[in-house]
């Protein structure tokens, strides 16, 4: 079956930028809506950015500007670049696949932490 695997997670400075990584393993990424959500306690998932096949991007508001999400589907990655990092911006980070080809369903990550100091 298939797993995300992520990377890039950290604590940095408000202000200052991260790079998550996200590889598909045993499965192919081409094809396959991708992105992120993140999750802080006490609180819902809430999408932060999706990329479809040919590379169409959507973003929360909140990110807008701050964050780009790309896909390399030679390496079955994708990427989040944030930069101008907020202490509001601090939670988990999940990576998500909807697969449409099999196997079909919905993937997710194990998270990976992100920490914005003050």
């Known amino acids: 079956q298939v797993q995300l695997v992520e990377s890039g997670g950290g604590l940095v400075q408000a202000g200052g930028s991260l790079r998550l990584s996200c590889a598909t393993v045993g499965g192919s990424s081409r094809l396959e809506v991708m992105g992120w959500y993140r999750q802080t306690p006490g609180h819902q998932r809430e999408l932060v950015a999706s990329?479809?096949?040919?590379?169409?991007?959507e973003y929360r508001d909140a990110v807008k500007g701050r964050f780009t999400i790309s896909r390399d589907d030679g390496k079955n990655t994708v990427f989040l670049q944030m930069n101008n990092l907020k202490p509001e911006d601090t939670a988990v980070y999940y990576c998500y696949q909807n697969r449409m080809t099999p196997p079909v369903g919905l993937h997710w990550g194990q998270g990976t932490q992100v920490t914005i100091s003050s």
């Open positions: 990329v479809l096949a040919d590379g169409t991007a």
